[in-house]
């Protein structure tokens, strides 16, 4: 079935480094793809998406890039920032299937 | 002006007890949802309703029963509570079916058993 693997945390940076989540999902369909962020205590907010092939999406100063060679969605940020501490979640959806969430990634930041 | 709301956003109860969670949308959206969050963040749908309609249900006891009085409002009624039914329920909203629209949560109901 359909579904998404993202790399296991927690991951710990210190301020200004690069960060790299990497997200795989399967191919059947033609997905979107998301990535999620959750904050401590609060829901889930959209961070980006990309619908087809070769979209990138980019929000705050992440970016991740759609691969369909590769079926992959790596969220990346040149630069980390104590805010950015959070559960970062990558997610697929295609036609009328359900959203399905990758078991998300902690990052902690700290200065 | 919150988008996707949920009361309460904690709930302590005993076992065996029946409970419900709200949730509103002012989105103008569709299609809502209903997920749940393990303690160890894993996130599962459990319900989708398209315009007052069941569309997805899946492997949920049927202690758990969404209604959705209104395409803004889809509620989850939870009997005979039990241990393992204590996580954090996200309420989510989209504009269409489960296809290609972001989705947009609430806040989170966190359920706690005893």
């Known amino acids: 079935g359909d579904s998404v693997t993202q790399m296991e945390g927690p991951v710990t940076l210190s301020e200004e480094a690069f960060l790299t989540i990497n997200c795989t999902y399967t191919a059947t369909g033609y997905p979107s793809l998301f990535w999620y962020v959750q904050y401590p205590g609060e829901g889930l907010q959209l961070l980006l998406k990309?619908?087809?092939?070769?979209d990138k999406g980019s929000n705050k100063g992440f970016e991740a890039t759609y691969r369909k060679e590769t079926t992959s969605f790596h969220l990346e940020k040149g630069s980390v920032q104590v805010s950015d501490s959070a559960v970062y979640f990558c997610a697929r959806v295609s036609g009328n299937t359900p959203l399905v969430f990758g078991k998300g990634t902690r990052l902690s930041v700290i200065a | 002006d919150t988008a996707v709301s949920q009361t309460p956003k904690y709930l302590v109860t005993q076992m065996g007890n029946d409970k419900s969670i709200k949730c509103e949308q002012n989105?103008?959206?569709?299609?809502m949802y209903w997920y749940k969050q393990d303690s160890k963040k894993f996130l599962k749908i459990m319900f989708s309703y398209n315009n007052k309609e069941l569309i997805i249900n899946e492997t949920v006891p049927n202690r758990f029963s969404p209604k959705s009085p209104d395409k803004a409002h889809l509620n989850l009624h939870i009997n005979s509570l039990e241990l393992g039914d204590s996580a954090v329920y996200f309420c989510a909203s989209s504009q269409a079916g489960a296809g290609q629209e972001t989705q947009y949560f609430g806040p989170g109901t966190r359920l706690l058993v005893l």
């Open positions: 989105l103008g959206h569709d299609t």
């Open positions: 990309a619908t087809k092939a070769d």
